[in-house]
T-cell receptor, first 112, second 112 residues
Framework: QQKVQQSPESLIVPEGGMASLNCTSS?????YFWWYRQHSGKSPKMLM?????GEKEEGRFTVHLNKASLHTSLHIRDSQPSDSALYLC????????????FGKGTQLIIQP | DMKVTQMPRYLIKRMGENVLLECGQD?????MYWYRQDPGLGLQLIYI???????SEGDIPKGYRVSRKKREHFSLILDSAKTNQTSVYFC???????????FGPGTRLTVL
């Protein structure tokens, strides 16, 4: 059973639109969440991390975290074709935060 | 320019042959990782290394071993490769307690 579940599996968003990706952990011991982005044929790169309840914004990207439900979401506004990629959510405990458990990812396609 | 390198980038081996995958980083990061990525399964942690000769099993260590004799170099060894070890292998590194992981370009291994 996948401990980090992401939805949807794939998402098509028109250029300039808002993309919303979801991630939930079934392991109640996790404390931190991470979002990585992986373009086709490339390696994952960290996009954002969130450790506390609430919201964090960096440019066009906003991450929310609800620790009670162990749910995080990533929102991309004004989506660009270059945002087309596999988005990976990962979770870890505070003690041993280097041990990430990744979800299967959401494949995001931005349609020009 | 911070960099994680992996050699070789592509490798084809026959079942039962030994495989050596090599990873280097020029950032003096203490922690290094080996992952494999398979379609529909996401990234899975094979081994984590906290420094020279300080290695720890990840979630799927069976069939793999690692070696770290210098801080900047981390090797993954498959003794007698199996067909189900066909995958893309990523190496990553991070600073101690900084947790952002920097990934190498990956090695695509095919075991026939």
């Amino acid at each position: 059973q996948q401990k980090v579940q992401q939805s949807p599996e794939s998402l098509i968003v028109p250029e300039g639109g808002m993309a919303s990706l979801n991630c939930t952990s079934s392991d109640r011991n996790v404390d931190y969440f991470w979002w990585y982005r992986q373009h086709s044929g490339k390696s994952p790169k960290m996009l954002m991390s969130i450790f506390s309840n609430g919201e964090k914004e960096e440019g066009r990207f906003t991450v929310h975290l609800n620790k009670a439900s162990l749910h995080t979401s990533l929102h991309i506004r004004d989506s660009q074709p270059s945002d087309s990629a596999l988005y990976l959510c990962a979770a870890s405990k505070a003690e041993g935060a280097d041990r990430l458990t990744f979800g299967k990812g959401t494949q995001l396609i931005i349609q020009p | 320019d911070m960099k994680v390198t992996q050699m070789p980038r592509y490798l084809i081996k026959r079942m039962g042959e030994n495989v050596l995958l090599e990873c280097g980083q020029d950032m003096s990061h203490e922690t290094m990782y080996w992952y494999r990525q398979d379609p529909g399964l996401g990234l899975q942690l094979i081994y984590i290394s906290y420094d020279v000769d300080s290695n720890s099993e990840g979630d799927i260590p069976k069939g793999y071993r690692v070696s770290r004799k210098k801080r900047e170099h981390f090797s993954l060894i498959l003794d007698s490769a199996k067909t189900n070890q066909t995958s893309v292998y990523f190496c990553a590194s991070s600073l101690f307690r900084q947790y952002e992981q920097y990934f190498g370009p990956g090695t695509r291994l095919t075991v026939l």
